[in-house]
């Protein structure tokens, strides 16, 4: 395991976390001032670029190969709480944290701790090992999107911070009932990239240009002690940083992203070997976790406010991360794409008469 994503979502499944009785609790979040967000699609042009990192930590981001995507558009952020609730709702749809859980897929749970919640970040009261993710994470009862730190917690002025607390199919449905869909893992490095060319970050080589933090990501000691330089301890309103090269927010740190590709360690290799330029990858047919064989993982890209030096440096923009399709957590939402020939879809944005604080 090499990343935070991968820490929480391979080693964290829901059954072991039940097991694992976690105790409620949440982290304290920065209260922002209000945000307009920055709604709409970008478009990003078609061209090659080289994808992958060659960070020595970093095993299944190997080999960098040259990859061509089409263009294509993506949304200009995060998928905000005031834009998913418009979309339950429409739809009625009930994310996976808030439905019954089924005995049969927990064997050995008590009955009585099968409840729906998902998986919240829980920051230590002093200095744990970094070996033991348990330390910081747990299974919350009651914990969702409308409440993402658990049932006393909830979205009341945070809707323009990126929705979590949402599994695969959770994002999926949002994209389609948007007439998007969500990006290949191609697609986002190519978006994150922003026209640069091997760079480190999103925004050039240099960590803090003229000093000036550039995304949502931790300051201090992890996990324990989070200074919150970015003004942030915990989600950041959608476009509080600036935009990239093509003009897109975010797509380092605030929340992990899910991607439509299978997870596979050894994706790239495949890749290189089978052309000299691998054109719109797709990813594999199937998803291995060699931490976790049988358990069907998606990608997820783009780091959290969670990322951290001394821990999880995939924020950068040939980063990794995977995460069971079952599973939200506290640091993890989604943004849409759409074919460049489709144009402009259907903007699904804030709308004043919904109700979606509960």
């Not at 200009?76 to 418009?86: G, K, L, M, Y």
């Not at 919640?117 to 999107?145: C, D, K, M, R």
């Not at 003009?247 to 991607?259: K, P, Q, R, S, T």
Request: include cysteine.
């Amino acid at each position: 395991m090499t990343g935070i994503s991968a820490r929480v979502l391979s080693g964290v499944g829901l059954a072991l976390a039940l097991a694992q009785g976690g105790a409620m609790a949440g982290a304290t979040l920065a209260e922002p001032a209000p945000s307009s967000g920055a709604p709409g699609m970008i478009t990003v042009p078609a061209g090659e670029f080289l994808m992958g990192t060659e960070e020595p930590s970093m095993t299944d981001t190997r080999p960098v190969h040259r990859v061509y995507v089409d263009g294509f558009r993506m949304d200009r952020t995060e998928v905000t709480n005031e834009q998913f609730a418009r979309f339950t709702e429409a739809t009625g749809h009930v994310t996976v944290a808030e439905r019954p859980l089924d005995p049969k897929d927990f064997p050995g749970v008590p009955p009585d701790a099968l409840v729906p919640g998902s998986i919240v970040f829980t920051p230590p009261s002093g200095e744990v090992s970094l070996q033991n993710h348990l330390a910081w994470w747990s299974y919350v009862p009651g914990a969702s999107w409308r409440h993402p730190e658990g049932p006393q917690s909830g979205v009341a002025g945070r809707g323009q911070h990126p929705v979590v607390q949402v599994a695969y199919e959770d994002a999926a449905a949002y994209c389609a009932w948007a007439g998007k869909r969500l990006p290949s893992e191609a697609e986002f490095e190519r978006a994150a990239r922003g026209g640069l060319e091997r760079k480190k970050y999103v925004w050039g080589d240099e960590l803090r240009p003229a000093g000036k933090v550039q995304a949502n990501t931790w300051q201090g000691r992890f996990p324990e002690q989070n200074s919150t330089e970015d003004g942030f301890a915990g989600t950041a309103p959608v476009a509080s940083y600036p935009a990239n090269g093509f003009g897109l927010h975010d797509l380092a740190g605030n929340v992990w992203e899910w991607c439509a590709d299978w997870y596979r360690p050894d994706t790239y290799a495949k890749q290189k070997e089978s052309a000299e330029v691998a054109k719109n990858p797709r990813g594999p047919g199937d998803s291995f976790d060699p931490a976790e064989p049988g358990v069907p993982k998606r990608v997820q890209r783009g780091g959290s406010y969670l990322c951290s030096d001394q821990y999880c440096s995939r924020y950068v923009p040939g980063g990794r991360g995977k995460g069971a399709t079952d599973s939200g957590t506290t640091h993890l939402g989604f943004r849409c794409v759409a074919d460049a020939a489709t144009g402009t879809a259907a903007d699904a944005g804030s709308s004043s008469s919904v109700n979606w604080v509960r």
